[in-house]
């Protein structure tokens, strides 16, 4: 199958970076190179760093930035400055990060993302570590309802954590249609006018899987800190779990004295680090979404470093 991703927001995205012909980059998630590709064009003399866990994401991606002056590297965004300051490159330009999931995973049967699809319960984009199905069968039933409602926002959680309990004790949940249908079973019809039942425990069970929240934040953190003084950070995300986490960083980069209000005189000294670029998130527009319906959720938010 061929790795297709359809990059959100794509000109907003490149438009919030503000790329400098001679500057350094970083994609700490290239999925299929769209966004990257647009970036190493628009360099000349500057360099390109993209990262991807996922090894398939990185074999297509090198193909892709083949004659750009791109470096693909198979790591975690969350490993950013680690990375980078191990070959030596210590400040950057702007860098982007986007949180969703590429169609490519979504639509690949094999990878296990999709309630639409059978397939084997799996859901890792580094390929290595814990499967869902690992978590579906391994866990309690007070683990997993808490998953679900902490990741998935799934109001029936508990129900729906009793009925997988109930059914692997039957014999084990191996793959991503056998979990959908029991889901769809735990609860009342009526949620299915608010389409698929299984849909927020599959975002919840994939987070979990990936750790896709643990340690976002001192991530943002990190790639804030990689920034030269007039740097970007831009970050798209997908649902409300991790917009809050990114919203609450880039707030605090541009938080300025915090003192308490009765102090006539600030004494902590603090300014700000950043300025928003986006004072409220991008998102796409009507007819990008009818193009791209992964894209409805998304939002971009952007900081600008204006000083360490």
């Known amino acids: 199958m061929e790795f297709s991703h359809i990059p959100v927001m794509l000109n907003e995205t490149i438009a919030s970076l503000d790329i400098k012909e001679n ?5 700490g ?14 360099l000349k ?29 198979n790591a975690n965004f969350f490993d950013l400055k680690y990375e980078l300051n191990n070959i030596g490159v210590d400040k950057v330009d ?44 391994n866990l309690s039933r007070e683990e997993l309802a808490r998953i679900f409602k902490e990741y998935g926002e799934e109001q029936f959680s508990y129900k729906i954590a009793g009925a997988i309990v109930k059914e692997r004790d039957i014999s084990p949940i191996t793959t991503t249609i056998r979990l959908a249908d029991i889901i769809v079973s735990a609860v009342p019809s009526f949620r299915r006018r608010d389409g698929h039942p299984a849909r927020k425990c599959f975002q919840a069970l994939r987070i979990e ?15 804030f800190d990689l920034l030269k003084v007039g740097g970007v950070l831009s970050v798209i995300t997908f649902h409300s779990l991790e917009d809050r986490i990114v919203k609450k960083a880039m707030k605090e980069f541009c938080t ?7 102090i006539p005189v600030c004494v902590c000294g603090r ?37 360490e």
């Open 271 to 307: 300014t700000p680090r950043g300025e928003l670029v986006t004072r409220k998130p991008v998102v796409p527009s009507t007819e990008e979404i009818n193009n791209n319906k992964r894209s409805r959720s998304a939002k971009l938010r952007s900081v600008k470093k204006i000083k």
């Open 29 to 42: 998630t290239v999925g299929g190179a769209g966004h990257s590709t647009e970036i190493a064009k628009r």
């Open 45 to 73: 003399g500057g360099k390109l760093y993209a990262f991807d866990r996922d090894p398939d994401a990185v074999k297509v991606a090198s193909d892709r930035l083949k004659g750009y002056n791109a470096t693909v590297i």
């Open 256 to 262: 300025g004295c915090i003192c308490p209000p009765d």
């Open 209 to 223: 899987v990936n750790h896709e929240l643990d340690g976002l934040t001192n991530a943002i953190n990190n790639a």
């Open 94 to 137: 702007g860098i982007l990060l986007d949180l969703g999931v590429s169609s490519y995973q979504l639509d690949n049967g094999d990878r296990g993302f999709s309630y639409k699809t059978d397939a084997p319960l799996d859901m890792r984009m580094s390929k290595k570590g814990e499967s869902a199905a690992d978590l579906v069968n």
């Open 23 to 27: 500057g350094i980059y970083v994609d």
